[in-house]
């Protein structure tokens, strides 16, 4: 009888063991129904990250035009620049970027003006609206189309003729172009760029404001004479590099 009694104690307290181990299988299976693995198994959207900081080099070719004159003056040129970036907003890819350039631009013997050449040092404060469009799933590439505008200060415009050179920002229209060149001058630009993580290129198309040809004692206004405004037309290729 004694041996019976542990066999039946011993098959009570295996039947036992085996409910228990499957009332804890089916709480796994439970949990696994609820989802309480689901942030383990969900993948994560890849994210592009927004630098702060660009800086570029620019081949700036540009044409330089006077009101009522059928002349202009071709120059090629290169700039430095940087400018930060600045969301507007966390959930849209709509930056302002504001920053600072310095342009180096120059004219060979021009025959349409006596054969002179020109040599212009400028520095310029622009500020854009930059919108970002994300073509892949990775979004490690980018297209921004950008628009804005800029203020500029000729800080040095010489014109050489004959072996003379002169200052043609501080003479009025004593030049062989006959206009005014503007110290400080304000205009507008609009340009596509293409970002591929933390390296961009792009082009834009910068212009002056019109401004109105200036009167003074030096021409007959009563004969319609006037100075001419020597006009910026500018054309730029740039690459960079995001920090």
Known sequence: MRQISKLICFAVISLLSIEARA??????????????????????????????????????????????????????GFALGWARSIQVTEDTPLFVELGAQMKYDFAGEDPGHQN?????????????????????????????????????????????LNGQS????????????????????LGWQAGLKFYWDRYYC???????????????????SSLGEDKLICRMHEYSVHIGICF
């Open 23 to 76: 009332q804890f299988t089916d709480d796994d299976e439970t949990s696994d129904d609820l989802g309480l693995y689901y942030d383990e198994d969900e993948e994560e959207k890849p994210q592009h990250k927004e630098y702060k900081n660009m800086i570029d080099l620019q081949y700036t070719p540009s044409r330089y035009t006077f009101h009522g004159a059928t002349g202009s003056i071709a120059t090629q």
């Open 202 to 220: 792009g082009f834009t198309y910068a212009q002056d404001f019109p401004d109105r040809l200036v009167n003074d004692n030096s021409v007959d």
């Open 166 to 185: 002169r200052n043609i920002t501080d003479n009025g229209n004593d030049n062989t172009t006959g206009a005014v060149w503007k110290r400080f001058q």
């Open 116 to 160: 002179a050449s020109y040599r212009q040092l400028s520095f310029r404060i622009p500020a854009n609206v930059v919108y970002k469009f994300y073509p892949s799933p990775t979004r490690s590439f980018a297209l921004a189309p950008m628009a804005g505008i800029f203020c500029q200060v000729r800080a040095m415009g010489k014109e050489k």
